[in-house]
């Protein structure tokens, strides 16, 4: 902070001395080599690098609605801006100072306050920026490029942006960055970098630009206050980068924004209470695999033609997420086992959201499960339970027309309104192996004006009501189910929903094992489990389960890995969204039984125990008594290669 202070007095005593003899003037635009004139501020220089032209001590306040300070574009002579003090630019897409296709240019010992955006360089090349002091609300210094000599500027940290240094690092190969407290950081045309343990706060967050093979892992960027920011972490043009084990939260636009950048992979971030989690643009092959996506408007968006990303394993939760992933503009992506809970729209497939696939994905208790307006998409094995409608087709007005989505092995359950509406823009989506269950308002479980089929290669799907008969015992109902209003026809009604435990979402890909527990009395209880020993998988548990589907299922081995402290937060256990008891039992590491409890359905509790604990066993309702399973017990798992 004295640091800081010190730049601070000295630029304004610079500043002082310069307004002296240069005193006020209108902002100034500078659009060629030819506006370098006294009436634009230039007080000497001939604009060679010898002898740049000067513009020096000038105090320009930026009237409403003008949206530069300093504007200079398409100059090629070399020139210096020194010493100005700028006040004024509240234009949200402007700035105090923009530099845009020129180069061999100083911005020196300035002051730019009570401004939206500070310093904005684009397309340029060769810019010095050196002891500046700028407080804005928005972004403080904007570096854009296509190329990577467009980033070859010197920035260094006698810089100050809303009191913090400012730091630019270009052209590095296989060193740390690490430990910055600051307001802006950033890395391009850099490779083999690690980028760790930083803090970026209250300003233009972490840049990655060109940057190659790096690892950027363990930093925070958040906001204090609700500053005119942008993205957490952006990527622009860069690949083949592991983002990991970040905070990005309260940022103003994404937690992390990918832009043209490729082969990356993000993994166990947290994105919480931004505008959107992440971004992913223009951007193909990303790996984006378990992060926590809380309280953003949009939880992961894919769009601007990216194709080829996996999105997996991921938690997508809260009441104030509109979408939990969406698809828009994107073909060809994965969206595979996530947690979506709580999202007013869990996933969407947009406009000209072609050829996804969405695959074992948990999505429970928001308005709509899935949105579709996209088409020729897969969508299979998912669990969409207890929401308003389980898939709603938007209605397009004809442009375009919704037509070859596949879904099958889905399980829809106690959907109050409908678990499936189409409408009349969509024709040709197919439907098959699927599984309503539970109860819908009116007994309409789907609605179809007539132009999908509800029948492929001889089978239909499971209606828990239906009552028909099967004469020739092969497992299809003999009378078709008549699907409302056009009366289109399931010619082939399922008759057992045992195939649903295939279309459980995250559930169905958990591993089964057989294990014991062994009684204080020395008995030996055999017992049949799913194991759920990642975050995504812990964090889904029974939500949105079908009661149907409750009787002989296993049940939930939760395995922390360690022992986790037992009474606090982000360690108990919530029956919302279950509806039916169950029991639950702790027990430490070492396997002995530290506590148990019978759960309610539907309870908003924090189930939990007053001591440590690695596994949770969640069983149904009564097995604990019945089984002797209590003070004294001792939890057995097989070796591995066992079970």
């Known amino acids: 902070m004295k640091y800081t202070f010190f730049l601070l007095i000295l630029g304004v005593l610079s500043i002082v001395s310069m307004a002296a003899v240069a005193g006020s003037h209108d902002p100034i635009t500078i659009l060629g080599n030819g506006d370098f004139t006294t009436e634009n501020g230039v007080i000497s220089g001939s604009g060679t690098v010898e002898d740049p032209y000067l513009i020096a001590g000038w105090e320009i306040d930026v009237p409403s609605g003008v949206p ?34 020129v180069s061999a240019a100083t911005i020196e010992d300035c002051t730019i306050a009570n401004s939206v955006n ?111 920011s942008e993205d957490g972490i952006s990527l622009y043009r860069s690949t083949g980068n592991t983002v990991s084990d970040n905070m990005l939260k309260n940022n103003r636009r994404a937690g992390m924004h990918l832009w043209l950048s490729s082969g990356n992979t993000i993994s166990n971030n947290q994105l919480l209470a931004n505008d959107y989690g992440l971004i992913i643009a223009a951007s193909d092959d990303n790996r984006v695999y378990d992060n926590v996506v809380a309280a953003n408007p949009t939880g992961i968006e894919i769009s601007a033609g990216s194709t080829g990303n996996e999105v997996a394993r991921n938690i997508v939760y809260h009441e104030n997420t509109k979408y939990g992933i969406a698809i828009e503009q994107a073909v060809g992506n994965r969206v595979e086992k996530n947690a979506i809970v709580q999202s007013e729209t869990g996933i969407l497939l947009g406009t000209q959201a072609y050829n996804n696939t969405i695959l074992a994905n948990t999505i429970v208790s928001g308005a709509y499960g899935m949105l579709i307006v996209g088409s020729n998409n897969e969508i299979v094995g998912n669990l969409i339970a207890q929401n308003s409608d389980g898939v709603l087709f938007r209605p397009t007005f004809g442009k375009p027309v919704i037509r070859g989505n596949a879904f099958h092995n889905n399980v829809f359950t106690d959907n109050s309104h409908r678990h499936i ?37 001889g089978e239909g799907n499971f209606w828990e009501d239906y009552d028909g008969c099967d004469a020739d015992g092969d497992g299809f109902g003999d009378d078709p189910v008549l699907v409302l209003p056009a009366g289109v026809n399931d010619t082939a009604p399922l008759l057992s929903p045992i195939g649903a435990i295939s279309g459980l979402g995250v559930l ?51 395995d922390y890995g360690e022992e986790v402290p037992g009474g606090v937060t982000g360690y108990g256990f919530t029956m919302e969204t279950v509806n039916f008891p169950l029991d639950i039992a702790f027990f430490d590491g070492s396997g002995a039984f530290v506590g148990g409890t019978a759960m309610e359905a539907n309870s908003s509790a924090q189930y939990t125990v007053n001591a440590s604990f690695q596994y949770a066993l969640e069983l149904q309702s009564g097995s604990l008594s019945a089984w002797g399973i209590g003070a004294g017990s001792r939890l057995i798992l097989p070796e591995p290669g066992e079970g």
């Open 68 to 101: 530069y300070g300093i504007k200079v574009e398409n100059a090629s002579v070399s020139f210096i801006l020194r010493g100005l003090v700028i006040r004024g630019a509240m234009e949200a897409q402007g700035a105090a100072i923009r530099l845009g296709f």
């Open 508 to 558: 169905s890909t958990l591993e089964e094992t057989v294990f014991a527990v062994l009684t204080e009395g020395g008995d030996k209880v055999q017992i049949a489990s799913l194991i759920a020993d990642e975050g995504y998988e812990r964090f889904v548990g029974f939500r949105g389960f079908p009661t149907l589907l409750q009787e002989d299922f296993p049940g939930i081995l939760f």
């Open 118 to 228: 500070g310093i904005a360089i684009s397309y340029s090349v060769d810019v010095t920026v050196r002891r500046n002091v700028l407080y804005v609300l928005g972004r403080g210094l904007r570096v854009i490029g296509e190329s990577v000599k467009e980033y070859r500027h010197e920035i260094d940290e006698t810089n100050v942006l809303n009191d913090y240094p400012i730091y630019y690092i270009y052209g590095k190969d296989g060193e740390t960055v690490s430990g910055i407290h600051s307001s802006n950081l950033t890395v391009a045309a850099s490779r083999n970098m690690t980028i760790t343990e930083n803090e970026i706060v209250c300003g233009d967050g972490m840049q990655l630009a060109f940057v190659e093979d790096s690892l950027i892992s363990g930093n925070t960027v958040h906001r204090l206050a609700p500053t005119l």
């Open 421 to 457: 509406s189409f409408n009349d823009d969509s024709e040709g989506n197919r439907l098959y192996r699927n599984f309503f269950l539970g109860a819908v308002i009116a007994n309409v479980r789907v609605y179809d004006p007539g132009r999908n089929t509800w029948t492929v290669s």
